[in-house]
């Protein structure tokens, strides 16, 4: 068992990170009613920026979160936009669009900084290794671990304790009722959406040394997003939050064992099957609530 501690405490770095932008994913589809497949390209400008903006220094870093988050906060905006002439069309039109936002803005980020995995250089007092019950452990993982489950408890806090949480999780339930009281919905969703955005440039920001940045980044963590809102609820931020630790540690002892390398993948998305079949068929909650 000692030898699978490091890849453990890797799983929840790993599921930390997925939840921050996997929560975004979930805002986005519990209070927008939008199914974003252009999230994992909004995760690909945090991590670029952070690849090429950092070098090495607390402020280039800082200003590389910073550039990331607003970009992608920016292209969340955006999104709400375009998608407001598909209101009450269903959930494919919203797919066909984003889907094509992403391919779009794929090709962009690869001709702006080319085919090749682009490196992040951290600060030096991050990038040393610490011990962690006798084993040696990248510094930069465990900040990211506190940093990561921070952010987790601020999103908490902000959804179920805040005026602005009120009137999201309202909008959930009862949008004619917002509007009555002269919220607009569409503030609402745009907002969410705009935050849904920033969230997963944060993420990419601060998880580009681990899952890299590059022409692959943006497919991987939507794929594995996908797998955390269908298992975590397809709505609920709590459920995403046990999903994406479950998916992390899956990802991180497969990669570790051999002999499990290969039977990961068929677990997260087998298990992401199942979630759907069960809720077609009424055994399983369908979510939609933040």
């Known amino acids: 068992m000692d030898a699978y501690l490091i890849p453990a405490v890797d799983g929840v770095a790993y599921g930390l990170l997925l939840f921050v932008v996997a929560a975004g994913l979930t805002l986005a589809f519990g209070v927008g009613d939008v199914l974003n497949l252009a999230h994992g390209t909004l995760f690909a400008f945090g991590a670029y920026a952070a690849a090429k903006i950092s070098d090495g220094s607390w402020g280039s870093l800082a200003l590389a979160v910073l550039v990331g988050t607003a970009a992608a906060g920016l ?60 084993h040696s452990y990248p510094g930069y993982r465990l900040a990211l671990i506190i940093v990561a489950a921070l952010i987790a408890a601020a999103l908490f806090v902000v959804v179920s304790r805040s005026r602005a ?25 745009t907002s969410v959406l705009a935050g849904a955005g920033a969230l997963a440039g944060l993420a990419g920001a601060l998880g580009a040394p681990i899952i890299g940045a590059g022409p692959r980044t943006a497919d991987l963590v939507l794929m594995l997003s996908l797998v955390v809102v269908v298992l975590g609820g397809m709505g609920s931020i709590a459920g995403a939050l046990v999903a994406a630790i479950a ?14 390398s290969t039977i990961a993948p068929f677990v997260l998305f087998g298990a992401m099957a199942l979630a759907l079949a069960a809720r077609a068929r009424g055994l399983l909650p369908s979510g939609r609530s933040a």
């Open 165 to 189: 949480g009120h009137f999201v999780r309202a909008t959930v339930d009862d949008r004619e009722m917002v509007a009555m009281l002269g919220v607009s919905p569409f503030t609402v969703r």
């Open 75 to 134: 292209g969340g905006a955006l999104l709400s936009l375009l998608l407001t002439p598909l209101a009450g069309r269903g959930h494919l039109a919203q797919a066909l669009l984003t889907f094509g936002v992403a391919l779009v803005a794929g090709d962009r980020l690869t001709a702006m900084f080319g085919k090749d995995e682009l490196a992040l250089t951290v600060p030096k007092s991050l990038d040393r290794p610490v011990d962690l019950a006798g």
């Open 247 to 260: 998916v992390g540690e899956i990802q991180t002892i497969g990669v570790a064992n051999p002999d499990l």
